[in-house]
C-alpha cells in the first residue's frame, strides 16, 4: 500500500505522485524500485528503506552525518583529512599490520602509495571529493618513491619508515602535507631532519 505522507523534522508531508513509481514531498524525492524497497533522495544523498518513511528517515540519518563529516573536515588539516579518508577507504586501524595477504593488493604501504598515484595518474577511478584528498598526498608520494623506497636518504630513516604499521605510515604522510612538502627537494630536507629527529631521540 502506497503511503499518502511521511513526516520530515516532526511535519507530516503529502506525497505527491509525479508518475507511477515517483512521489515528492517537500524538496525530497521518493521512488519505488522494482524490487519494491523505496529510495529517497535530496540533492546528492540518498536513503533506502522498506517504506517511503524508512527511506526518508535513512536519508536523513545520511545528511546528518554527511554534515558532521564536513564540519570534522572544515576544522582539520589537510592531512588530517587525509589521513581519515585513507584509514576509512583501506579500514586501517591502529592494530592493522603492514603484512596481511588477505587484506592488502601488495602491502600495506605500497596499497597506500597506489591509491595515491591512481588518484593522481588516472582521475575519475573514485569520486571527486576522494580523489582530491588522496591528491593531496602526490608530493609526499614522489619523495617517498626518491628517497625512501629508492634508497636515496639515511638507511636506518628508510628501515625505521618500513617498519612503520599502515596506521603510523598514512600519519607520516599526513605528516608530510602538513609540513607543506611541494616537491621531492622539500621532500629531501623533510627526511634529513626526520633522521636527525630520529638519531636524537637514539642518544
Not at 599490520?97 to 588477505?102: G, L, P, V
Amino acid at each position: 500500500m502506497i503511503e499518502q505522507s511521511i513526516t520530515i523534522d516532526g511535519t507530516e508531508t503529502a506525497l505527491t505522485a509525479t508518475s507511477a513509481v515517483t512521489w515528492t514531498a517537500s524538496d525530497i524525492a521518493l521512488r519505488l524500485r522494482p524490487n519494491m524497497t523505496w529510495r529517497a533522495t535530496r540533492g546528492d544523498i540518498t536513503g533506502d528503506g522498506d517504506t517511503a518513511q524508512a527511506a526518508t528517515d535513512s536519508l536523513i540519518a545520511a545528511e546528518c552525518k554527511a554534515a558532521k563529516v564536513m564540519q570534522l573536515a572544515a576544522r582539520s588539516t589537510k592531512g588530517q583529512n587525509f589521513a581519515r579518508e585513507m584509514r576509512s577507504y583501506l579500514q586501517i586501524g591502529p592494530r592493522t599490520r603492514r603484512f596481511n595477504s588477505k587484506k592488502w593488493a601488495v602491502d600495506g604501504h605500497r596499497d597506500v602509495i597506489n591509491l595515491i598515484a591512481e588518484a593522481s595518474y588516472n582521475p575519475g577511478m573514485y569520486n571527486a571529493d576522494r580523489e582530491a584528498i588522496f591528491r593531496t598526498a602526490f608530493a609526499a608520494l614522489r619523495s617517498w618513491e626518491k628517497h625512501i623506497d629508492g634508497y636515496r636518504t639515511d638507511v636506518n630513516l628508510v628501515a625505521h619508515i618500513n617498519a612503520m604499521t599502515p596506521y603510523q605510515f598514512v600519519a607520516f604522510l599526513a605528516d608530510m602535507i602538513d609540513a607543506g612538502i611541494t616537491n621531492v627537494g622539500e621532500g629531501e630536507r623533510y627526511f634529513a631532519e626526520m633522521a636527525r629527529r630520529l638519531y636524537a631521540q637514539a642518544a
